[in-house]
């Protein structure tokens, strides 16, 4: 897929708050659906969230509903994850990609299996 570009991460405490961001120098992300998925280690990687290209429908994963909001900004290429109340257990790299689905189950996956470098978030005391 085209190179996907996430950053904003790092260490905050339990409670705390991070907005993440995703931007493509090689595509425009409002024609796209866009989701975040994170990975923790020794965990597999995990649907977090994602927003259709049109806005009408958003996704956020059990673990992060009333927590985490996900928007866009069409004038700057830009896809945010904010991430609200956090805790131990979202530390991991999160990452953003282009046209997931959800499977019938209520998973968020994939439907790329390339991925760009990620943004590290971790939520310590």
């Known amino acids: 897929q085209a190179q996907v570009v996430e950053s904003g991460g790092g260490l905050v405490q339990p409670g705390g708050s991070l907005r993440l961001s995703c931007t493509s120098s090689?595509?425009?992300?409002?024609?796209?659906?866009i989701g975040w998925f994170r990975q923790a280690p020794g965990k597999e990687r995990e649907g977090v969230s994602l927003i259709s290209n049109n806005e009408d429908r958003t996704y956020y994963a059990d673990s992060v509903k009333g927590r985490f909001t996900i928007f866009r900004d069409r004038s700057k290429n830009m896809v945010y994850l904010q991430m609200n109340s956090l805790k131990l257990e979202d530390t991991a790299v999160y990452y953003c990609?282009?046209?997931?689905?959800?499977?019938?189950?209520?998973?968020?996956?994939?439907?790329?299996?390339?991925w760009g470098q990620g943004t590290q978030v971790t939520v310590s005391s």
């Open positions: 990609t282009r046209n997931p689905w959800v499977d019938e189950d209520g998973r968020l996956n994939p439907f790329y299996d390339t």
């Open positions: 090689e595509f425009t992300l409002e024609y796209s659906s």
